[in-house]
């Protein structure tokens, strides 16, 4: 069955005027069977008694707001687009997520909003009762699940948090297909994340296809989030279908590596950037040091053998490779 929007329903403050007026009707009659008439006092309460049930149908939806409405179990149809509606009064609102609050936009703040509160004083005190609004937001909201703890392709543990911006197309599906849509959601949204994450390293690694093609990449999570994010988008879409919801952006906010080997990461980390500037120096100082001597050879201002070229390239590289700066020791005599 597909999504049925109830339209042509938009005369709610017809019928509240027309209750009332009845309602009144009601009073006057039993007003008027006191005096006059007693056969009017029956027919005045028999309309109060019932009159009030036209009161049940009437409904009020904001923009951006759905109410999907069963009668006697059966799929009634969904309330769609601003206005006060009247419709059967014996339908009900369906909303099987009403009372679920996520880390969402829209689920922050307590769970107070859409919620009607209502005091009921006793012998044990006053007790308020909370009764959560059936109807269903059709806004674009984002969830943000708690960060996970999952292993890389290459078995590094990471930590990794995701937000999914989100939104309700088929309210039919939200509620009946599935038993809790914002549940269904929030459970997709881990399976998905762990099963993009774990196709790729933290970090650029050799030999590592993450593409699926049967070549190696340079795919990462921290150098390719934004592929990674488009993935795990996908995947989530892939699994909601079903449940009516629309998936329109998802973000990697958090990703480092868990904290039993974030430290023995790091040194790694250090030790490559280490390395790879010391190739950098290195290469530098020997191009100096092969201009110096070429400078020296073509201007003919000394001549050095072979073993003074040794000793010169030397100490020229340790100067220019070393951590601290040099310290060098001047002769005074001749070169020999």
């Known amino acids: 069955m597909e999504e049925r929007i109830i339209s042509g329903k938009k ?3 017809l019928v ?3 209750t009332i007026l ?3 009707a009601g009073v006057a009659f039993i007003i008027v069977g006191i005096i006059a008439a007693p056969i009017l006092i029956a027919l005045g309460i028999l309309i109060l008694a019932i009159g009030w049930i036209p009161f049940c149908g009437l409904k009020v939806i904001k923009p951006q707001e759905a109410l999907v409405l069963t009668l006697f179990g059966k799929y009634y149809g969904t309330l769609k687009g ?3 509606y009247f419709v059967n009064p014996f339908c009900t609102g369906v909303n099987p997520a009403a009372t679920t609050k996520l880390n969402q936009s829209g689920d922050v703040d307590g769970g107070k909003k859409g919620v009607f509160s209502l005091s009921l004083t006793g012998t044990d005190g006053t ?7 059936k109807k269903i937001s059709m806004k674009i909201m984002t969830l943000s ?3 996970q703890k999952i292993n890389d392709c290459l078995g590094n543990p990471v930590e990794i948090g995701i937000a999914v911006t989100w939104r309700v197309i088929d309210t039919y599906k939200a509620v009946f297909d599935v038993d809790n849509y914002k549940e269904y959601l ?4 881990d399976a998905a994340l762990r099963n993009i994450v774990r196709l790729y390293p933290y970090d650029v690694a050799q030999n590592v296809d993450t593409t699926g093609d049967g070549k190696a990449d340079e795919g990462s999570l921290r150098g390719s989030s934004e592929l990674v994010a488009k993935r795990i988008k996908e995947e989530i879409q892939s699994k909601v279908d079903e449940a009516g919801l629309e998936i329109l952006e998802a973000r990697i906010t958090y990703l480092a590596y868990a904290p039993e080997i974030a430290a023995v990461m790091l040194q790694r980390q250090q030790a490559s950037a280490i390395v790879d500037a010391r190739a950098m120096i290195v290469d530098g100082a020997v191009g100096m040091v092969k ?3 070429d400078k020296l050879g073509d201007d003919g201002i000394v001549e050095l053998d072979e073993e003074r070229k040794a000793a010169m390239v030397s100490n020229l590289l340790v100067v220019l490779c070393g951590n601290h700066d040099a310290q060098p020791v001047v002769n005074s005599g001749s070169l020999y």
């Open 186 to 189: 929030s459970l997709q949204c």
């Open 291 to 293: 201009m110096a001597l």
């Open 11 to 13: 005369n709610g403050m």
């Open 127 to 133: 007790q308020t009762v909370e009764l959560p609004s």
């Open 16 to 18: 509240l005027i027309l």
């Open 22 to 24: 009845l309602l009144l």
């Open 145 to 147: 699940n708690s960060r």
């Open 82 to 84: 601003d206005g006060f």
